[in-house]
């Protein structure tokens, strides 16, 4: 079983529409998680954090779920330049990443 | 500097020639990590230091790869004997501890 599992999608979604969904983490041990995004296999850029509380940066929602081992990302008021791959990490030992496949959102006029 | 930098952008090698590739962390940054990615973006994890010491290299092909991180000089990230399979493009990332880590525009290699 891989350690971070997402959604490759595609969503494609209509401009101003709301966006979401999952990253399920395998282990039960890791204690940091993010958000990148990634363009055209660019390099990473990261999104946000995502802290147990839950966190909000603009159009952006990230929520942890401990207990179901997951985390989310929510995109509100989608914008044409949403459109990339979204990459979860988690970190669990050694202060390495473990990445998901990405999941591809399309944001269309 | 205030990016991660990595050289050079593109490598094109021949079966068993031998690849080489160079991350200079953001300065400040004490751990530099090492990532391969494949296609359909699946990302793995090589190699980690902290300063000059290996971190973590659980990651590592131990046949053919290895790393180093000198002082006062760029992180590399070596291939002897390169095959097909390696092709890929290869990240670094820096952070300052546990946390957020920053990644450098990677460096694609094409073994042939």
């Known amino acids: 079983r891989k350690e971070v ?3 490759p999608g595609p969503f494609n979604v209509p401009e101003g529409a709301t966006v979401a969904f999952n990253c399920t983490y395998s282990n039960s041990a890791s204690q940091s998680f993010f958000w990148y995004r990634q363009d055209c296999r660019k390099e990473p850029k990261l999104l946000m954090s995502v802290y147990s509380s839950g966190n909000e940066d603009g159009r952006f929602t990230a929520q942890l779920n401990r207990a179901s081992q997951y985390i989310s990302l929510l995109i509100r008021d989608s914008k044409l330049s949403d459109s990339a791959t979204y990459l979860c990490g988690s970190g669990g030992g050694n202060y390495k990443l473990s990445f998901g496949a990405g999941t591809t959102v399309t944001v269309r006029a | 500097g205030e990016e991660v930098a990595q050289t050079p952008k593109h ?3 021949g079966e068993g020639q031998k690849a ?5 962390p953001i300065k400040g940054h004490s751990y530099v990590f090492w990532y391969q990615q494949v296609l359909k973006n699946e990302f793995k994890f090589l190699i980690s230091f902290q300063n000059e010491n290996v971190f973590d290299e659980t990651g ?4 053919r790869f ?3 991180c000198l002082p006062n000089s760029p992180c ?4 002897q004997a ?3 399979e390696d092709s890929a493009v290869y990240f ?3 952070s300052q501890s546990e946390g957020e880590q920053f990644f450098g525009p990677g460096t694609r290699l094409t073994v042939l």
Not at chain 2, 60 to 63: F, H
């Open chain 1, 5 to 7: 599992e997402q959604d």
């Open chain 2, 11 to 13: 490598l094109v090698r």
């Open chain 2, 20 to 24: 080489k590739l160079y991350c200079a």
């Open chain 2, 60 to 63: 590592m092909p131990k046949e």
């Open chain 2, 66 to 68: 290895s790393a180093k």
């Open chain 2, 76 to 79: 590399s990230l070596e291939i």
């Open chain 2, 82 to 84: 390169t095959k097909l």
């Open chain 2, 92 to 94: 670094c990332a820096s």
